[in-house]
């Protein structure tokens, strides 16, 4: 662990989290048993943690730390009275919310909260299916990320360009459903649409009337450069992944980044990238790509970036230019 916090890969998680959107983390320090349970080590890295989670962006009093061993199962699932010095932990939930516990496990169960749902928002579900079964036609299967959609419901599919389709059927394990909310995995029987008209796992259905959504010509994201050897510059044209959505993307500029080499300082219109810093690019994809900003829809707005199969950045989406009619 004090490798990983000093040499980055810790940091850099931490990181990841923060800029992802995770606000809810607890920190797990492990192998207590290698230096005896000792506490003056216990503190030494939780106070090197909590400065660096400060200068990340969290807030320490909102995260448990909890010393545990994984091997013998101290403080995991029971109370362990290897250390008889920690008295177990807390944390803040809210304002005059105050959460204790004592093992991992209480922190799983009592401290982390169950994900904000939108069932109120406009509708965002992102094909990851689709089926033609016999006699039946196209059933097409997704979960939706945003909003409530209903049988009767007249959608547009994006970036296919799709319009006017109607929500035949809702089903979930092969029982109907009066509506599908946020988080429901389903099958939707669309009607109206032809033989000739083209629908993708990756894109989006959304329901006309909160209005028409368009394919995407460039967009802006925040990320952060993951471990690569070279360095990353204006025309590199890597794989951009977005929920269940492929498509190779052009970094066509870099407005700003800022890292070790930087001094942590932001440094605008930079000629490259290397690894463990953070910027924001703009992107240009080279088929139909839907993504949003993070702060309109989630699930919409993170991006993992692969190249040759791994991962060379992660990020959250600032702003789109859509392709005009």
Known sequence: AKAGVE??????????????GVDQIIVGINKMDACNWSE????EIKDEFVKMLQMIGFKPKKVPFIPYS???GDNLVEKSDKAPWYKGWSANLGPKKKITGFTVVDALNNFIQPPKRHPELPVRLPISNIYNIKGVGQIICG???QGTLVPGDVVGIVPSGLKDKKIFSIEQHK?????AEPGDSVGLSIKGITKDEKVSPGDIIYVQKDGD???IKTFTAVVAVQEHPGVLKPGYAPVVFCRTAKVACKMTKILWKMGKKTGGAKVENPPELSQYENAEVEFEPSQPLFVEPFETCAALGRIAVMDSNRLKMLGKVTGTVHKSD
């Open 7 to 20: 040499e980055g890969q810790t940091r850099q998680h931490a990181r990841l989290l923060y800029l992802l």
């Open 70 to 72: 994984g091997f013998n």
């Open 143 to 145: 979960t939706v990320e």
């Open 175 to 179: 029982k109907h459903l009066e509506k």
């Open 40 to 43: 003056d080590r216990f503190n």
């Open 213 to 215: 959504l368009k394919p």
